[in-house]
């Protein structure tokens, strides 16, 4: 097995909830959950912290990361994307002479996953010869209860005759939690549309699949630890 890396994105100055990244969380920095769990899964070579702010970069390293060079102007933009972002870290690690096989992004805006959840989603990864997995939680209610409201507010084929089955009765369905990506790198140059052939689920439960963007969410996470729910 080659070498992996976590990349963990934390640019300063969120819009939504300000310094989201770094706001204390039941005595820890946001981020620092992210940092500790990349850690103690025991999987990554480097954990690294991408971000534009030497404040940021120092709470990352007091918390155990690595911080070597900080994000560029180009990518600390609102209009950048994740994959513009892992792509930079790759490249910038290649010309110090480090090749990854595999990255791993983290977003620290999930501070519920836990090293086992990284753990056993890197397991998935090699026990399916994958080229990507990603972590997903159940949807809260059916996909079949979702459709489009046209702006006349006509319900009009909102959902189909089949979808108004009992609850009990509907397959169960997935979406997308934010909290796990898992790479090979080449594939990932070689098309960065993960979801196809070769991409598997990690499923994690609802509570541990919380992704915060907003104070409401930053409070319900907060009243999880406070209630026990542990990162474990």
Not at 71 to 83: C, I, K, P, Q
Not at 119 to 147: L, M, N, Q
Request: aromatic share 10%.
């Amino acid at each position: 097995m080659g070498e992996n890396i976590a990349i963990i994105p934390a640019r300063s100055g969120s819009k939504g909830l300000p310094d989201k990244n770094i706001k204390e969380l039941c005595g820890k920095p946001l981020m620092g959950y992210t940092i500790e769990a990349a850690k103690d899964a025991e999987v990554f070579d480097e954990v690294f912290v991408s971000t534009d702010s030497e404040k940021y970069a120092e709470i990352a390293r007091k918390c155990g990361a690595d911080v070597p060079f900080l994000r560029s102007s180009e990518n600390a933009a609102d209009r950048s994307s994740s994959w513009d972002v892992v792509e930079e870290v790759l490249r910038k690690y290649e010309q110090q002479g480090r090749i990854f096989d595999t990255f791993c992004l983290l977003q620290p805006t999930s501070p519920l996953r836990s090293a086992v959840d990284i753990k056993k989603a890197y397991d998935t990864f090699y026990e399916k010869r994958a080229k990507f997995v990603v972590s997903v939680c159940e949807t809260e209610h059916p996909i079949t209860w979702c459709g489009e409201v046209s702006e006349n507010l006509s319900m009009d084929g909102f959902i189909d005759r089949a979808g108004m089955g009992q609850r009990q009765s509907v397959s169960k369905s997935y979406r997308l939690n934010g909290a796990i990506y898992i790479a090979d790198v080449n594939e990932f140059r070689a098309d960065r549309f993960l979801y196809r052939e070769g991409c598997y689920a990690y499923i994690m439960d609802s509570l541990h699949s919380i992704d915060i963007d907003t104070q409401l969410d930053f409070d319900y996470a907060g009243f999880l630890m406070s209630r026990g729910i542990s990162v474990e």
